[in-house]
């Protein structure tokens, strides 16, 4: 008992000097987290490996856009798009040929290459964005935080039903644990993995045995500076999925009480 609450003294003092520290008891400027994107941007990205080196501007890519219809298995799997912008080696030539957005755009399930340059080729981080002023209207549900979007949600409800696959199945098995992952320091409360709100959307090997190793309990190495690196959770959750600022559909004892207007 006398032990007990020496290290939860010890964790208090430590959580306040760091508090103190950073000057402000508020958990978004305690951690630094990055300024979010405005929800009609946020999971945009602007593709430019190698376009302005050929004379063409560079290419807008919604992921809300996108993920309305196809899981991130279709993109991030079976396409072999890599989850970091510009290191996939995507090229005009490879498209045209049926890979990466050719296997799409095609003009059998969208627009194709040709003569659409603009659609892609706008350099515009805001493309899409008319598009998003549509979707506010839909009875959509609806979070404070990200894109505004709760996907789980909209899963669950059937409010969409993204495709898990163009052509190739996924073999993955079915698996619904749902985790606790206790943070080192016993007052912050516990971290929920849910895998069902996973696996709606992406495969095991899409996190087995990178970044997490199912055999061995790798937590104490996903801290929250870690996770900001873009490492972990970091992975999905700084820029497509719910981002971190959402403290508490992570940790569920904490408090938020933010909502959407209307919920
Ligand atoms: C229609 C295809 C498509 C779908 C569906 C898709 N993505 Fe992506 N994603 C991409 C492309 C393309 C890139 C950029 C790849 C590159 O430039 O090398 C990307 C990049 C990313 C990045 C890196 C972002 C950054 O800022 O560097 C993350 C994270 C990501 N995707 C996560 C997801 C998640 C999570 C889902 C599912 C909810 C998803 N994606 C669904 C095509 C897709
Ligand atoms: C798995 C299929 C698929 C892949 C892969 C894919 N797209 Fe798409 N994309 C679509 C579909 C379907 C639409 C139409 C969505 C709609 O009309 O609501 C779309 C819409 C778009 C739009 C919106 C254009 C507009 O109407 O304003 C852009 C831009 C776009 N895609 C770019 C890309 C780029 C760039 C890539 C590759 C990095 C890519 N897409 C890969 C299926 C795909
Ligand atoms: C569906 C989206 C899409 C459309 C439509 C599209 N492109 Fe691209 N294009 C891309 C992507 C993605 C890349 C890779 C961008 C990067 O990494 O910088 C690319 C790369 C390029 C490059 C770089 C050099 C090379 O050989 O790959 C050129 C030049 C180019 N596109 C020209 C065009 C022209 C001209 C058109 C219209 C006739 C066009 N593109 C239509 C998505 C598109
Ligand atoms: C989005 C990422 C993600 C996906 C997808 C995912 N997992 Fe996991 N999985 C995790 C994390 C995180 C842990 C906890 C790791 C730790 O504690 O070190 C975990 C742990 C596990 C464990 C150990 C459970 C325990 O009780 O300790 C098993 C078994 C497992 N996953 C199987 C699967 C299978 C099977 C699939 C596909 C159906 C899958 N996972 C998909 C992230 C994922
Ligand atoms: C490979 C991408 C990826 C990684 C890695 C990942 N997630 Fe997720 N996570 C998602 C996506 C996609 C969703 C669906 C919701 C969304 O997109 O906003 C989701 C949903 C969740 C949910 C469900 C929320 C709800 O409303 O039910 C929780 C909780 C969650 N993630 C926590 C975590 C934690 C904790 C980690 C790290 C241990 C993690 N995630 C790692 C992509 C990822
Ligand atoms: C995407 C999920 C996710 C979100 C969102 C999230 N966290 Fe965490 N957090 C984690 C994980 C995973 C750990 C490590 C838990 C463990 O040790 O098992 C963690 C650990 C922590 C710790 C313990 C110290 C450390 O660095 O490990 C603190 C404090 C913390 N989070 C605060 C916050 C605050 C404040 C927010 C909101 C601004 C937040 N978290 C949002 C997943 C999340």
Same mark, same amino acid.
């Given at each position: 008992m006398p032990y007990q609450t020496g290290s939860a003294l010890t964790s208090a003092i430590l959580l306040l000097a760091v508090l103190i520290l950073a000057g402000t008891a508020g958990g978004t400027d305690f951690f630094n987290l990055p300024a979010p994107l405005p929800p009609d941007q946020y999971g945009n990205i602007v593709i430019n490996r190698i376009s302005t080196k050929n004379g063409v501007k560079p290419v807008s890519f919604s992921h809300r856009i996108h993920r309305m219809r196809y899981t991130c298995r279709v993109c991030?799997? &079976?396409? &072999? +798009? *890599? /989850?970091?912008?510009?290191?996939t080696e995507i090229s005009e030539s490879s498209s045209r040929s @049926?890979?990466?957005?050719g296997a799409c755009h095609n003009g059998k399930i969208s627009f194709k290459h040709n003569g659409n340059c603009d659609r892609c080729h706008?350099?515009? /981080? &805001?493309? @899409?964005g008319d598009k998003f002023a549509e979707l506010e209207k839909l009875p959509f549900p609806r979070t +404070?935080?990200?894109? @505004? #979007? *709760?996907w789980v949600e909209a899963v669950t409800q059937g409010k969409i039903t993204p495709?898990?696959?163009?052509k190739v199945k996924s073999t993955s098995i079915p698996f619904d644990k749902t985790l606790l992952l206790e943070a080192e320091w016993s007052i912050i409360p516990p971290v929920i993995f849910p895998h069902k709100e996973h696996t709606a959307w992406i495969d095991c090997d899409g996190c087995h045995p990178d970044?997490?190793? #199912?055999?061995?309990?790798?937590?104490?190495?996903?801290s929250m500076s870690a996770i900001l690196r @873009? &490492? !972990?959770?970091?992975e999905c959750h700084l *820029?497509?999925? !719910?981002? /971190?600022?959402?403290?508490k559909r992570c940790h569920p004892g904490m408090k938020d009480d933010k909502k959407m207007p209307g919920l």
């Open positions: 991030h799997a &079976e396409l &072999e +798009f *890599n /989850m970091k912008t510009n290191s @049926g890979r990466f957005c706008n350099g515009d /981080m &805001e493309a @899409g +404070f935080y990200g894109d @505004g #979007i *709760n495709l898990n696959h163009l970044p997490f190793n #199912i055999k061995r309990k790798t937590t104490q190495h996903f @873009g &490492e !972990f959770c970091g *820029n497509v999925a !719910f981002p /971190m600022n959402d403290c």
